[in-house]
């Protein structure tokens, strides 16, 4: 099993197929092709994370997001956010969020913090 670091995107590239490949055959944890595809995923994920990093979402498109996942109004925001006018102004940017919307937000909703907080 020759397993080597991921230094650039060639192979990157063929790290991708051979992960591909092992994931269509499902190999079983703890063979020998379980063990180089958990290796070479982890060697992936590694790679990704330093050169395609993601960015967090805004946090109003977050709440939104949120609000449509879970089929709530704006006077469902009511209690994480204050009264109706100040959940518009926080939908529409025209107010921040203070540091007790973010952490009712993130207990009742489940947004993580670091969203919230931008």
Same mark, same amino acid.
């Given at each position: 099993?020759?397993?080597?670091? *991921?230094?650039?995107?060639?192979? @990157?590239?063929?790290?991708?197929?051979?992960?591909?490949?092992?994931?269509?055959?499902?190999?079983?944890?703890?063979?020998?092709?379980?063990?180089?595809?958990?290796?070479?995923?982890?060697?992936?994920?590694? @790679?990704?994370?330093?050169?395609?990093?993601?960015?967090?979402?805004?946090?109003?498109?977050?709440? !939104?997001?949120?609000?449509?996942?879970?089929?709530?109004?704006?006077?469902?925001?009511?209690?994480? *956010?204050?009264?109706?006018?100040?959940?518009?102004?926080?939908?529409?940017? !025209?107010?921040?969020?203070?540091?007790?919307?973010?952490?009712?937000?993130?207990?009742?909703?489940?947004?993580?913090?670091?969203?919230? *907080?931008?």
């Amino acid at each position: 099993m020759e397993i080597r670091p *991921i230094h650039n995107e060639r192979d @990157y590239k063929e790290a991708l197929q051979t992960v591909s490949r092992l994931v269509d055959v499902d190999p079983e944890p703890g063979t020998p092709d379980g063990d180089r595809l958990e290796i070479l995923a982890t060697l992936v994920e590694r @790679y990704e994370t330093e050169h395609f990093p993601l960015d967090l979402p805004d946090p109003v498109e977050a709440i !939104k997001f949120r609000m449509e996942q879970a089929g709530l109004s704006a006077s469902d925001m009511q209690p994480y *956010i204050g009264n109706l006018n100040r959940v518009y102004e926080v939908l529409n940017r !025209k107010r921040g969020l203070s540091l007790s919307m973010i952490r009712r937000l993130n207990r009742e909703l489940k947004i993580p913090a670091e969203v919230l *907080i931008g």
